[in-house]
């Protein structure tokens, strides 16, 4: 084993799947020659041609339908779109298609597509290249929505993503690509979707989180821990379908939670953990549910932009003002 990048990380996975199934091909804007604008494709169009890896005009919408026509035809197509806010063309074929061929077919034909997407703030971008709309995406019927925290994360959900036979929104943490590098077994096994991944077990509060935030999320918990507060960690991994199990399980053990994600407040998947917490575990509770998130407004500029995502000390404040309340 040796220490990866997340980017090195999807690079791996997609190799391997692609040397495992002749089936799989990808697709983008620069995703071959140039190997992707963060080079998660480098390499690969020179190893199994154009044919399989192949560059796309500057078109969302037909980078989306093209998927969508290979997978309903038995390939089994990962498409990139360069930055999560150009993938608003795309919408119409992922919601009006993508997510409804298997029910629309009754069962005739499934839709086995991935559409990878760089996600999220924190590297000084425009703000285009910037937001974390995954809330979108989840309320859209028949599309999983995964999100790595981690290279060994996303090496084993990436590989689980194109083995599955419905339509995978793989969002990857940009600000993560390189800031974190981890040993984990490049085996070829995938790892499980629609499941809560226990990062840290505690005993007096529970923090969920799910992409980049789970970095300040674990180093949250490590500090309080030297406070004398022992915090259980949930990467969610999978947005939808969440496993409220795992969560559930967990607020009812420690009968805290705070829940943390950079997205917008409003409308966003923290608040749909939120109610899942009061209607399944609200007499075990012994504090409100608190989220630390991101502000309903547009990521600013790089300037300010620090001042948009959560911090460690803001998840500290939160998870102590839990375990004061009275």
Known sequence: MSEQTLIEAVNLALLHAMEQDEEVVLLGEDVGANGGVFRATDGLQQQFGPDRVMDTPLAENMIAGLAIGMAAEGLKPVAEIQFMGFIYPALDQIISHAGRLR???????????????????????????????????????????????????????????????????????????????????????????????????????????????VVETGEAATQLAKQGISAEVIDVATVSPIDMTTILESVAKTGRCVIIHEAARSGGIGADIAAGIGEHCLLDLLAPVIRVTGYDTIVPMARMEHLYLPAVDQIVTAAIQTMEFE
């Open 103 to 213: 029910n629309r077919t009754r069962g005739r034909l499934s839709c086995p597509m991935v559409l990878r997407a760089p996600f999220g703030a924190g590297i000084h971008a425009p703000e285009h290249h910037s937001e974390s709309t995954e809330a979108l995406f989840a309320h859209m019927p028949g599309v999983r929505v995964v999100i790595p925290s981690s290279p060994g994360r996303a090496y084993g959900l990436l590989l689980a993503a194109i083995a599955d036979p419905d339509p995978v929104v793989f969002l990857e943490p940009k600000r993560i690509y390189r800031l974190v590098k981890e040993e984990f077994d490049a085996n070829r096994e995938p790892q499980p979707l629609d499941v809560c991944f226990t990062l840290r077990s505690g005993e007096d509060i529970t923090l969920v989180s799910w992409g980049a935030s």
